[in-house]
């Protein structure tokens, strides 16, 4: 029997038990190495939904996660079994306009874990076992833990956004909130050529997390009158999710700058200031997911180029889920809480 954990509504999180699935041809059975709680499904489990993504039904969440294959379909030739993978969530139709213009991430027919965006919801990776296509399979043979390969994912935002800014050589880079995306933008826009990185937070911990991993100055904006942030960066990402923190980029985003929406910005919306943006002629756009980076973003974990383990607070077993959503909501103790199998 296999555990599965499962969201009903708001904080009602349950478990049930059941027989590990048989995988088709292209399938694959995973048995769960890692999995880590990202924003987004605190949200699932808190409020019952992520900005107009509401939960209809039961809600395996979870995508960002590796694993260990476990079973292969008949016709599977990418893993075998007993092999350590990286999983990519988004599975995409690869046949409408946007799968045949390279952008992927837009798919109009787009299947990811762990996601109340369609209905039936796509049931997600926080279970002991579950089928995976292949093609969704990244097979790792280096000696990178899985909990390190389990940020394979949000490194994949990260690097998205950072895309998405264009060109950073030499620039001044702003990121809003100093979590584990904002401090994996810190990573990719280091790698992209940042000449300076300034990272905004209203706590204190998750600036010094951002400064250990490469922040060259970190600002409690509970303690910097906003005067004082003006015209400060050529380029700002915001990874906050939050409509303050959207507020900084803006005052903060230089004439002619560029500002990149990562963060997921509440549903009921928000006061904009466009005419600053006209008048400024500023660029704002927005960074959904990714695509390709997913694959670059194994290869920049499994060649150690980038060293995520500063992020990695605590790894709880999967029966301690409501444990481990209550320490990955207290960013005073923690920055990437893991579940594992």
């Keep these: 029997m296999s555990l599965t954990c499962h969201i009903h509504a708001s904080e009602d999180l349950r478990f049930t038990e059941v027989e590990p699935a048989v995988p088709g041809p292209h399938d694959v059975l995973v048995r769960l190495g890692a999995a ?3 924003g987004s499904d605190l949200h699932y489990y ?6 107009a993504f509401v939960i209809k039904e039961p809600l395996t969440p979870g ?9 292969v379909g008949s016709a599977v030739t990418r893993v075998a079994p007993g092999m350590k993978v990286a999983i990519n969530p988004s599975h995409a139709c690869g046949q409408c306009d946007y799968c045949r213009a390279g952008r992927d991430n837009l798919c109009r027919n787009m299947r990811f874990l762990g996601s109340a965006s369609v209905y039936p919801h796509v ?5 002991q076992h579950f089928p995976m296509h292949e093609q969704q399979l990244t097979p790792v043979d280096s000696d990178i833990s899985l909990g390190e390969l389990a940020f394979a994912e949000p490194l994949s935002v990260a690097l998205h956004g950072v895309h998405r800014a264009g060109d950073l050589m030499g620039k001044t880079v702003l990121v809003t909130g100093g979590g584990t995306i904002g401090s994996l933008t810190v990573m990719a826009a280091r790698l992209a050529g940042a000449a300076r990185i300034i990272v905004c937070d209203i706590a204190q911990r998750p600036l010094d997390v951002a400064a250990s991993v490469g922040a060259d100055h970190t600002i409690l904006s509970t303690e910097v009158p906003a005067s004082e942030l003006q015209d400060i960066a050529d380029i700002s990402l915001e990874a906050a999710g939050s409509a303050a923190a959207l507020a900084t980029c803006l005052a903060a985003t230089r004439r002619g700058g560029r500002i990149v929406q990562v963060g997921t910005l509440p549903a009921e919306g928000l006061h904009f200031p466009a005419n600053s943006i006209m008048a400024r002629e500023l660029d ?9 980076e997913f694959d670059w973003s194994v290869q920049y974990l499994t060649s150690r180029r980038l060293d995520v383990r500063p992020l990695l607070s605590a790894q709880l077993p ?3 889920a409501v444990d481990a ?6 960013k005073t103790r923690s920055t990437k809480v893991q579940l594992t199998g």
């Design 63 to 71: 995508h960002e996660a590796s694993g260990i294959v476990e079973a």
């Design 325 to 330: 959503f209550r320490l990955a909501a207290d």
């Design 123 to 127: 049931q997600g990776m926080f279970r």
């Design 284 to 292: 704002y756009v927005g960074a959904f997911r990714f695509g390709r």
């Design 318 to 320: 999967l029966a301690q």
């Design 46 to 51: 808190f409020h019952g939904k992520v900005g």
């Design 36 to 38: 880590g709680i990202c």
